[in-house]
């Protein structure tokens, strides 16, 4: 009886796992073909549309000093993007699997890393060979900051699970810094509550900001725009380095970095930190916060990072090439789109995204593209610095607003010629001002 038993799961599980491929395959996404006026199709492949995984700007003098090694040469699981090294270390028998032969490129002064936990574990097991690409990383007489996106008690916890944090003793160098961010159900809940509560009719106003407040969306976000804000040579890691590691490693290069603040260069980014590296949209976007089902892997920290980036754009109205139309076009897209960029969790389940059409490729398009620029838009080459102070945080309303699509385009046209009128009145009163003084 064991030994059928055993058979008719084994059976369950292969038929389980076909139907839940048959059932992807039919989705809508696999037959969608977008068209342009007079039935043009546009060009859907994906390699005629590559986005830089490095950006230019952070390799300004090529050196040996790092090189990234393609993926086929890794010996690291499939689900892992490439991943650059510093050369000095190719001598060892450890690393020598990650030679390619393929130009190289140097960090900046002070590097911005990610990662996962350490596997230290509850023996406080040792890495050499991590200890020494870190140590590598750093200039002579240096010192690091590894970021650790929990608290320090949740980190002491995941040493049971075989997790941890890197010993004191082991990286002299790096002082290890815990700044929690909520991810997986908090985070949700955060979210329903303050869809719950922007969907109440006819609510006073005191309500309405006890319930804002009692959401702590809000609070979500500063946090989020105030660790993009650590300065120094920084490690990010959280557990599996795929949520709350990639909002903050986003959000700091979105704020140091000009190039990412095009329109293409945010693509790049959106690529490189979210969807090359692992982020989980079809886990974490699988239903919206008006759903009464909640699954245990759903958080929404890439809305919380969209949010973040409109507090930017409505801080610096300049510096950033997109609008918010981009913005909330991303948020349909990562829970419910006809394009496969976001499909699945990983780039080793991705591969059936070459049976889709790529978001990007149609947002590029000459008829689409205008749609989603900044007409304020002005090159800004420094540093974005935000206020991370309670009266500078506002709520993005119009991401609460998806079921009235209309409304919403009104709105946000309306918003945008206040910003024109705004801004024309603020250039004319400093015109005046000038001349007055002259």
Known sequence: MGRNFLIQRSIFGLLRCFFLFVFLVLLYLFFFSPFLFFFNIIVSAWEDHSLCPIPQSLIPNPSPALRSPLLSKLTFPLSCPPVPYPKSLSSSPELSPLQAD??????CPQALLRSSQPLTGPNRRRCREDEQLLGTILGEGERGFVLDT??????????????????????????????????????QDSFSRLAEACAEPAVSVERWLGRLDGSRWLSHVKAALTHGLEGGTVLV???EGTDSTLLVTALAQLILDPACRTLEGFQGLLEREWIQAGHPFQLRCARSASSHARGKQEAPLFLLFLDCVWQLSRQFPFSLEFGEQLLLTLFDNAYASAYGTFLCNN??????????????????????????????????????????EPQSIQLWELILTWSKMGERAAEFTGRSVRNVFRCSRDVQSKSYERKRIN
């Open 102 to 107: 393929i130009p190289s490129c140097v960090p």
């Open 150 to 187: 929990r608290s320090a008690q949740a980190a002491k916890q995941a040493r049971i699970s075989g997790g941890g944090t890197e010993p004191k003793s082991c990286y002299p160098r790096w002082r290890r810094l815990h700044r929690a961010l909520e991810r997986g159900r908090p985070l």
């Open 237 to 239: 890691h959280g557990a």
């Open 347 to 388: 780039e080793r389940e991705r591969w059936v995204k070459e049976s889709t059409h790529s978001l990007w490729a149609w947002l590029n398009q000459p008829e689409e593209r205008h749609k989603y620029l900044n007409p304020l838009y002005s090159h800004n080459p420094l540093v974005i610095w935000p206020s991370v």
